[in-house]
């Protein structure tokens, strides 16, 4: 993908390229509020739901209910775990690679025929997500809408675009996901 800009007497392109990273004490403050407010739920849940329905009582419409948001806050929980890496890792998305910067990998530049997939979570934990997976990474990276700052929509909206036209049919996009 590029960016056209109407020159002086033709057409000028400008390759295009997007760096997301999220400012690392925001992340840290808010990784630490969500781990420890899903571990304070899914013990208070829990707790709920020992007191008010003790396993003597065969109640089990509520607690069908407090199971599954003792389940849900603990899917939050682990989401938030797993893509912690993700944080503290800088993307920078141009139409010809993607440059993934952390302390695990150093500077990891990958060609986009060396992804093996990208999923474009619309609905999530984090709000819109995208997953990437290649055989060079330890596990899949997210880059995640969740931490916003100035301008961060915008280039989620571009990574996005860049993203997609990059991976062509290796794209899935899907409503709901971790």
């Given at each position: 993908?590029?960016?056209?800009?109407?020159?002086?007497?033709?057409?000028?392109?400008?390759?295009?390229?997007?760096?997301?990273?999220?400012?690392?004490?925001?992340?840290?403050i808010?990784?630490?509020?969500?781990?420890?407010?899903?571990?304070?739920?899914?013990?208070?849940?829990?707790?709920?739901?020992?007191?008010?329905?003790?396993?003597?009582?065969?109640?089990?419409?509520?607690?069908l209910?407090?199971?599954?948001?003792?389940?849900?806050?603990?899917?939050?929980?682990?989401?938030?775990?797993?893509n912690?890496?993700?944080?503290?890792?800088?993307?920078?998305?141009?139409?010809?690679?993607?440059?993934?910067?952390?302390?695990?990998?150093?500077?990891?530049?990958?060609?986009?025929?060396?992804?093996?997939?990208a999923?474009?979570?619309?609905?999530?934990?984090?709000?819109?997500?995208?997953?990437?997976?290649?055989?060079?990474?330890?596990?899949?990276?997210?880059?995640?809408?969740?931490?916003?700052?100035?301008?961060?929509?915008?280039?989620?909206?571009?990574?996005q675009?860049?993203?997609?036209?990059?991976?062509?049919?290796?794209?899935?996009?899907?409503?709901?996901?971790?």
């Amino acid at each position: 993908m590029t960016v056209h800009a109407n020159g002086w007497s033709g057409t000028h392109e400008a390759e295009l390229e997007v760096t997301i990273q999220y400012p690392r004490i925001r992340g840290i403050i808010t990784l630490v509020e969500v781990i420890s407010i899903f571990v304070v739920l899914d013990f208070l849940f829990g707790a709920l739901l020992l007191f008010f329905f003790p396993p003597r009582r065969p109640t089990f419409v509520p607690s069908l209910f407090c199971s599954v948001l003792i389940v849900s806050f603990t899917w939050y929980l682990w989401f938030t775990v797993r893509n912690i890496e993700s944080v503290f890792t800088t993307f920078r998305i141009s139409p010809m690679q993607l440059v993934v910067e952390n302390s695990r990998y150093g500077v990891l530049t990958l060609n986009w025929a060396e992804l093996t997939g990208a999923t474009y979570t619309r609905i999530g934990i984090a709000g819109k997500t995208i997953t990437l997976e290649a055989p060079h990474l330890a596990k899949p990276l997210a880059i995640m809408s969740q931490l916003r700052t100035p301008g961060s929509a915008a280039r989620f909206v571009i990574a996005q675009m860049l993203i997609q036209s990059a991976v062509g049919d290796r794209w899935v996009e899907r409503w709901f996901g971790p």
